[in-house]
DNA sequence: CTCAAACGATACCTTTAAGGTATGATAAGG
DNA sequence: CCTTATCATACCTTAAAGGTATCGTTTGAG
């Protein structure tokens, strides 16, 4: 499969004529014929229904028509924005985050970010914790915000919180009788929903760790794809998953407890590369230590612990 | 611009050798390091430094690379899809979902199905709309909620309801200085944040197809894994995207506004096979007439359209 | 500081695939 | 039934991809 053919293909299923489609694409017929065949052979699966004047679509077609037409779309706004980026000499800054951190002070970071350095292209990536470390080494990132230690040298990962972790269970049970912390080992034989299922390792293994670590043994694991999915879940009464506390203004039909085993806490960890002196580091940092003098509402230090970290190495 | 170069490229960025990278793509340096040269001229910019060991991307190559990744994983994914396409019992009861519909009546349909059927094992299986269809056909789900329209003979689509479309849009900006719904027109060149990624097609692509059917051009697409990621970056001023109206409770610092053209709209559509008389099918209608009837806050009247529907067929 | 190894670029050649022409087969309308 | 339009097949030409040989540059070890 090929950028031309999809071209090839979108303008016979627009013409639904393929002399007429030729002539539009600067080619002869037979051409153009031929290259919707290979590509049809290459599915193993038929897009265009000939027998009828003029060509129909199949189903497949269709759906495959829809796609060419934005996967051709993505193609040339990649290349327009690579030569913007290219041309314009803006400098690109590349920061990879898990979404845990999109409910702490990753957001206003970046306004603070681009407010402080309005030349920057500040670019945002959702990574696992585990893939921020690749990324940085191989300069695909700028800095992460992750939730997994590393023990990676290149790497530097400072601890910028601990934050409390909660069990979310659904209204209408035993353990949303009350609102006391309670103990992890209640989780015991309770069905657990944890996310993000991949790619892995990610915060579910940390939360499936942290329980084999209290020796606590769920009925069922049940892996599903993110947050939003598994506090759904627990709404429905599908069973019981382990959040971090900023998460609970999600949903309001499930009940929280936070758990109270001191252990039971989630690192915020910023990661950069090993004496990456950027200018933007700097920044970043200066402004990191700033916002958390400010004692935002987000940072909940109900909730969460201070490591007494600073940034001088 | 083809796809080899971006496969070649995304070999290059992720080996930073061009040696090795031509080893795993099995063709000799030579025509590789060509073919980026021939990339790079097409574009007009450098994606690469060479003159380091290993050679390093350039700001415009950080983009490409990431862009490119984006645009094979949506070749692979179509591939895929239109393949699909083209070539589907206690009781277990297997409900099939997309996200977006656990912020609707779902949960509380679950907790009722498991009122009026306790003998039900009631299994929730995350899929995207278009996963549905042969779930259903191949027995793996019994029944859908989805948001995408087919054309399946054999798969009974039924809308629900119609859910308006809201933009969310970073405070401060300039759609932001308004509460009044807002024209999809004035996306145009705005940077697009779509989810979910993958898998495809998805809520993304019917976005991406209303927009194109209004003759609106986003500047940029970021495609991110799911709605908390897309929101979290409108939060941080990375773009707007389109949402549900029923997703509006998930954050409280971006702005929304109702897209006024009554196209935009998002049906939520039960599915369930043709001719399948099961006592559950005609259980989970009834009990969604009750909750229709009921006229729950989920509903919200203001931002759905309720098609004449019955099930009588 | 020197030298050898690693690595990317250039030149030129071979191979492969895209495209063109001629023509056959089939659908559809008069 | 016949003619025209349209897609498929066969075969040839042309253009581009890929291979080999080799040059120039970077980097690290001695």
Redesign the pocket.
């Known amino acids: 499969m090929?950028l031309?053919q999809l071209r090839y293909f979108v303008a016979v299923a627009q013409e639904r004529?393929?002399?007429r489609a030729a002539e539009l694409l600067?080619?002869?017929?037979?051409?153009l014929?031929?290259?919707?065949?290979?590509l049809e052979e290459e599915l193993g699966v038929s897009l265009l229904i000939?027998?009828?004047?003029?060509?129909r679509l199949t189903d497949a077609g269709r759906l495959f028509y829809e796609q060419a037409l934005q996967v051709l779309g993505r193609v040339e706004q990649m290349r327009d924005a690579t030569r913007r980026i290219g041309l314009n000499q803006n400098s690109v800054f590349s920061i990879g985050f898990v979404a845990s951190t999109l409910y702490g002070g990753l957001p206003s970071l970046v306004r603070k970010m681009r407010q402080h350095a309005p030349e920057l292209d500040i670019q945002l990536l959702e990574l696992v914790s585990v893939q921020q470390i690749p990324a940085l080494k191989e300069g695909r990132i700028d800095v992460g915000f992750g939730r997994l230690r590393h023990s990676d040298p290149n790497v530097v990962g400072t601890v910028l919180r601990e934050e409390r972790l909660v069990a979310a269970v659904p209204m209408g049970t035993a353990l949303a009788g009350a609102s006391t912390p309670l103990s992890v080992k209640s989780l015991r034989g309770q069905k657990l929903i944890v996310y993000p299922k991949e790619p892995r390792p990610s915060y579910a293994d940390q939360v499936l760790g942290l329980l084999q670590r209290h020796d606590v043994r769920p009925a069922e694991v049940h892996e599903v794809r993110e947050i939003q999915t598994a506090l759904g879940l627990v709404a429905a009464d599908a069973g019981v998953c382990v959040i971090p506390s900023s998460a609970r203004q999600m949903r309001s039909d499930v009940h929280y407890r936070l758990i109270e085993e001191e252990a039971m806490t989630s690192p915020v960890i910023l990661n950069h590369r090993v004496g990456d002196n950027s200018v933007y580091i700097d920044l970043i940092k200066r402004l990191i230590e700033e916002m958390y003098r400010e004692n935002p509402p987000w940072l909940d230090m109900e909730h969460n612990v201070l490591p007494g970290h600073s940034f001088d190495s």
């Open positions: 090929d031309r004529n393929f002399t600067h080619i002869a017929q037979p051409p014929s031929r290259q919707i065949q290979l000939r027998k009828s004047r003029p060509v």
